[in-house]
């Protein structure tokens, strides 16, 4: 047993990671003559101990506790075409137990997503290209950053990219967004068509640790072939994604997938407990609300243990993004359970509480 039994980046945690896919693996290749050691060295990705992270990093709840002390989300998306994806996000930021959630979205989609839930804070400030004209682009521009630096200091950590879309103005005025975000040091989780424009405009995230990237397969292999110069390599997949962070600048990516793989260009680890077959979309965007949360939470439970001089403290983009994937894992198990083939991203949404529970009972 010990074998399987390690640290993960053990000198900076002690969190302790115990892979029962490596176990379930060397057992096969025991099995069939071969040598389980280096299955384990070939693999150099190990699973993450998510259930102790989400219990570690989780706040508990007490009446001493002030609105906006469990964090503060919000999510740059949803324009003319996608409505739903910002609002997955956001919601699901609240239902894992976020405060407050806002959205940052065009004037078109603004009513809509309002119409989803009154719950949600909702700012109608970013445009697209057919509403400005080309003379008015560079005070438009500044009106819209100008709105979003008002609110900017409040958030705990910042998700780009859910139903942003395409638009070249929209994406520009994005991008300003994320340089203010980055000089205020609040943590980024990028995904969607946020990716689209940090993969092409890769200066924007480039060095700042406290970015997440969430891509999933095509994202992925985008990425790696702007960053790497080649393509995927699912046999040396730990390896690869090690080697992308790391040539982002250390930034944390997540990569989506059967299981999800996670580094920081340093730490490589793993989630694939739970889970479900059912891959109806929109999990994406109820995982970056979720890692945003956990994000937040995690950066704070750091602050606690610096300030208590603990040994405990590492990366909270890793910690964010294991607890994020195990717990939405979780959720869309619990929803295909009682929904099978019928599942929704609703279904999913509405077991986050659940799931949470089962694992950090209040």
Known sequence: MSTWLTHLDATKSGVLVLSAVLRRQGFLVRALGGNSENCFVKMNALEADALNIITRITPKL????????????????????????????????????????????????????????????????????????????????????????????????????????????????????????RHLNIPLVIDGDGLFLVTNNLDLISGYTMAVLSPNINEYKRLVQKVLNCEVDEEESSAQIRSLAKGIGCVTVLRKGKLDLISDGDTVCSVSIFGSPRRCGG????????????LSWASRYNLLAENKQSSRAINPTIMGCVAGSALLRKAASLAFENKKRSTLTGDIIECLGQSLEDICPV
């Not at 989300?73 to 910002?86: D, F, H, K």
């Not at 989803?116 to 003379?135: F, M, R, T």
């Not at 819209?144 to 705990?156: A, G, I």
């Open 62 to 181: 007490d009446s001493s506790r002030h609105k906006g002390q469990a964090g503060k989300i919000a999510v740059v998306g949803g324009c003319r075409e996608y409505t739903g994806a910002p609002y997955f996000a956001a919601i699901s930021a609240l239902k894992i137990g976020a405060d407050l959630s806002h959205v940052f979205c065009t004037k078109d989609a603004a009513p809509i997503i309002k119409s989803y839930s009154p719950e949600l804070i909702v700012h109608p400030v970013l445009e697209e290209s057919y509403s400005v004209k080309d003379e008015n682009k560079g005070f438009t521009a500044n009106k819209v950053l100008s709105e979003v630096k008002k609110w900017m200091e409040r958030f705990d950590c910042l998700v780009v990219g859910p139903g942003l879309g395409r638009d070249p103005f929209l994406l520009e005025c994005v991008g300003e967004i994320i340089k203010h975000a």
């Open 283 to 294: 999990q994406g965007d109820i995982l970056s609300g979720s890692v945003a949360v956990f």
